[in-house]
């Protein structure tokens, strides 16, 4: 079972990005998806979350009405669309999975509840 979460880069403040997680080994459609950071010197933090369905998603406060995550489940892939990003946004972003299908967990933002994990994408924005 592997995640693995692509196209991060390197990115002027204000400008836009966007991350997918793409799975092998198991169908991504089963599962929640969590979208997690890692600044230099900081905690992982909860990002986004979108439920199996995706009908439910869920924002830190931090983003909210910058990010925007989606999925294709044909395409076996989710999505996170970073718009008017900052230089705080700049992280190491990792895309994760809990064990149990079709299952949000009860925080949804928390890393606890997740278990699979990406090699994570680094995101750099300059002022």
């Known amino acids: 079972v592997q995640l693995q979460g692509v196209w991060g880069g390197l990115v002027q403040a204000g400008g836009s990005l966007r991350l997918s997680c793409a799975a092998s080994g198991f169908t991504l459609d089963y599962y929640a998806i969590g979208w997690f950071r890692q600044a230099p010197g900081k905690e992982r933090e909860g990002v986004s979350c979108i439920s199996s369905s995706g009908g439910s998603t869920y924002y830190a406060d931090s983003v909210k009405g910058r990010l925007t995550i989606s999925r294709d489940n044909a395409k076996n892939t989710v999505y996170l669309q970073m718009n008017d990003l900052k230089p705080e946004d700049t992280a190491v972003y990792y895309c994760?999975?809990?064990?149990?299908?079709?299952?949000?967990?009860?925080?949804?933002?928390?890393?606890?509840?997740?278990?699979?994990w990406g090699q994570g994408t680094q995101v750099t924005v300059s002022s």
């Open positions: 994760a999975a809990p064990s149990e299908r079709r299952w949000v967990p009860p925080q949804p933002l928390h890393s606890s509840a997740y278990h699979f």
